[in-house]
């Protein structure tokens, strides 16, 4: 089945469909950010369900350039040969950090079972307003298997809201470094489930460039609009950055190096309707890249996606409580000429999909119970995904199969305890020997445990 009718049938069926769910093994990564709580006066639980997803209140937040607040400012008027100021008066800063124990049902050959990490990471922010209608927040974080300090996601918009034809019209300009970060929904990869995951365990040996591929290595800029409340459209353009690579950028040692300009783009259309909310879209981007080096043979890929958010209130006498359902499916076609000749590729042409399907539970605002289904298929090539140890593929094949279940308990807004279950029915290809030395998918599935500290 062709690409085009796979995305438009699962457009048809996102509100309806209860199939499948993505799986997003990342670090730890920026979610509730108390400079914001401080500079609008509002708690976390305001614009946060499970963080980082966020409410209607944290969507219109961010939407408008994180320029809320009630916090004192430092203000002088524009002149005539004087430019205005709006500075908040305390610096926007906030932490964050966690522990972690992470073990899979078989070890790693040659390792230790059970990762204790304390931190598995530490996060600084730098979020708030900047000016009237300017705003962001940039983040840098420590990794405790690099042991240093690195450069985060990173997200500085100016907004303004205006009415055309009598309707609410939003419209700004947002720079940031990871396709996605600046999108306003939890069911694409930039802000998507599991909320928190673990750095010691395997992971499928293939995803599409566009589930965090891109993540901190590029740099971009674009336009976003809102328009009546329902219609968002957004387009940026991208380029290489390698953050700790030479500048300018020679290419070596880096798989992507992004040719002319990466174009990526966003609409969704957004409802509500009683104690109903429902937000379908699609995004996707295209780029021409060199592998290590900056000329030759190129590979070129092209990333379609669709996504959908359905939340539904349901107001108990003592408590409100939400229940949440994420839907993403990505389609990846690759032409690897780059690697073609570079012989890491047996042929040119290859396909991926990424699905992924998660449900949440809310019991107020202190107990969240998910889980979900994922999905990961593609072109078979034994080259690409050649067998090695735990990582690697006896028959090429990158199908991965499995689900995600999660608790997570808030004593206090800014502390979360949780407890996160992945199991694999299949991992890179087999359940049995995938990787063609004796180790079956169940051997990775793993238990996570968390607690994560923002203040």
Same mark, same amino acid.
């Given at each position: 089945?062709?690409?085009?009718?796979?995305?438009?049938?699962?457009?048809?069926?996102?509100?309806?469909?209860?199939?499948?769910?993505?799986?997003?093994?990342?670090?730890?990564? *920026?979610?509730?950010?108390?400079?914001?709580?401080? @500079?609008? /006066?509002?708690?976390?639980?305001?614009?946060?369900?499970?963080?980082?997803?966020?409410?209607?209140?944290?969507? @219109?937040?961010?939407?408008?350039?994180?320029?809320?607040?009630?916090?004192?400012?430092?203000?002088?008027?524009?002149?005539?040969?004087?430019?205005?100021?709006?500075?908040?008066?305390?610096?926007? #800063?906030?932490?964050?950090?966690?522990?972690?124990?992470?073990?899979?049902?078989?070890?790693?050959?040659?390792?230790?079972?059970?990762?204790?990490?304390?931190?598995?990471?530490?996060?600084?922010?730098?979020?708030?307003?900047?000016?009237?209608?300017?705003?962001?927040?940039?983040?840098?974080?420590?990794?405790? @298997?690099?042991? =240093?300090? +690195?450069?985060?996601?990173?997200?500085?918009?100016?907004?303004?809201?205006?009415?055309?034809?009598?309707?609410?019209?939003?419209?700004?300009?947002?720079?940031?470094?990871?396709?996605?970060?600046?999108?306003?929904?939890?069911?694409?990869?930039?802000?998507?489930?599991?909320?928190?995951?673990?750095?010691?365990?395997?992971?499928?040996?293939?995803?599409?460039? #566009?589930?965090?591929?891109?993540?901190?290595?590029?740099?971009?800029?674009?336009?976003?609009?809102?328009?009546?409340? =329902?219609?968002?459209?957004?387009?940026?353009?991208?380029?290489? $950055? =390698?953050?700790? /690579?030479?500048?300018?950028?020679?290419?070596?040692?880096?798989?992507?190096?992004?040719?002319?300009?990466?174009?990526?783009?966003?609409?969704?259309?957004?409802?509500?309707?009683?104690?109903?909310? #429902?937000?379908?879209?699609?995004? /996707?981007?295209?780029? *021409?890249?060199?592998?290590?080096?900056?000329?030759?043979?190129?590979?070129?890929?092209?990333?379609?996606?669709?996504?959908?958010?359905?939340?539904?209130?349901?107001?108990?006498?003592?408590?409100?409580?939400?229940?949440?359902?994420?839907?993403?499916?990505?389609?990846?076609?690759?032409?690897?000429?780059? $690697?073609?000749?570079?012989?890491?590729?047996?042929?040119?042409?290859?396909?991926?999909?990424?699905? =992924?399907?998660?449900?949440?539970?809310?019991?107020?605002?202190?107990?969240?119970?998910?889980?979900?289904?994922?999905?990961?298929?593609?072109?078979?090539?034994?080259?690409?995904?050649?067998?090695?140890?735990?990582?690697?593929?006896?028959?090429?094949?990158?199908?991965?199969?499995?689900?995600?279940?999660?608790?997570?308990?808030?004593?206090?807004?800014?502390?979360?305890?949780?407890?996160?279950?992945?199991?694999?029915?299949?991992?890179?290809?087999?359940?049995?020997?995938?990787?063609?030395? /004796?180790?079956?998918?169940?051997?990775?599935? +793993?238990?996570?445990?968390?607690?994560?500290?923002?203040?």
């Amino acid at each position: 089945m062709s690409s085009k009718p796979k995305l438009f049938c699962f457009l048809l069926l996102i509100p309806f469909s209860c199939s499948f769910v993505g799986l997003l093994f990342r670090a730890t990564r *920026a979610d509730a950010v108390p400079s914001f709580a401080r @500079q609008t /006066g509002l708690a976390c639980s305001a614009c946060h369900t499970t963080i980082p997803e966020l409410t209607p209140l944290g969507r @219109q937040f961010k939407l408008n350039g994180y320029a809320l607040r009630s916090l004192k400012t430092i203000d002088s008027k524009p002149g005539h040969a004087s430019a205005p100021l709006s500075l908040l008066s305390e610096l926007p #800063l906030s932490a964050q950090f966690t522990i972690s124990n992470t073990e899979t049902q078989k070890p790693q050959p040659g390792t230790q079972n059970g990762s204790f990490e304390l931190p598995q990471s530490a996060s600084l922010f730098l979020a708030g307003a900047i000016g009237d209608h300017v705003g962001g927040f940039i983040q840098v974080t420590y990794e405790d @298997q690099a042991d =240093h300090f +690195s450069w985060d996601n990173t997200d500085i918009r100016w907004a303004r809201d205006r009415k055309l034809f009598d309707k609410d019209f939003v419209y700004g300009i947002d720079l940031n470094n990871n396709p996605g970060v600046e999108d306003l929904w939890n069911d694409t990869p930039a802000w998507g489930y599991p909320w928190v995951a673990p750095d010691a365990v395997p992971t499928p040996v293939a995803t599409p460039i #566009l589930n965090g591929g891109l993540a901190q290595d590029v740099a971009g800029i674009g336009g976003y609009t809102m328009f009546d409340q =329902h219609l968002y459209a957004a387009g940026f353009i991208y380029r290489s $950055a =390698h953050l700790g /690579g030479a500048q300018p950028n020679p290419g070596t040692g880096f798989g992507t190096n992004i040719q002319g300009l990466a174009p990526y783009w966003r609409v969704a259309w957004q409802q509500t309707h009683g104690n109903n909310y #429902l937000e379908i879209g699609t995004y /996707g981007m295209h780029l *021409a890249s060199t592998p290590n080096a900056v000329v030759g043979p190129r590979d070129y890929l092209t990333d379609l996606a669709a996504d959908f958010q359905w939340e539904h209130t349901l107001p108990w006498e003592s408590r409100h409580d939400l229940l949440t359902v994420h839907g993403d499916y990505i389609h990846e076609s690759s032409n690897l000429l780059g $690697a073609l000749a570079a012989r890491s590729v047996a042929f040119a042409p290859h396909d991926l999909n990424f699905e =992924h399907l998660d449900a949440v539970y809310h019991l107020g605002n202190r107990f969240a119970f998910a889980a979900g289904p994922f999905n990961t298929t593609g072109t078979s090539d034994s080259t690409l995904y050649a067998p090695s140890p735990v990582s690697g593929s006896s028959t090429g094949n990158p199908r991965s199969d499995g689900y995600i279940l999660n608790f997570s308990y808030w004593p206090l807004q800014n502390i979360q305890l949780g407890v996160q279950y992945t199991g694999y029915l299949k991992f890179n290809g087999l359940s049995v020997n995938y990787d063609g030395s /004796g180790r079956n998918a169940s051997a990775n599935n +793993s238990v996570y445990l968390i607690a994560w500290f923002v203040f």
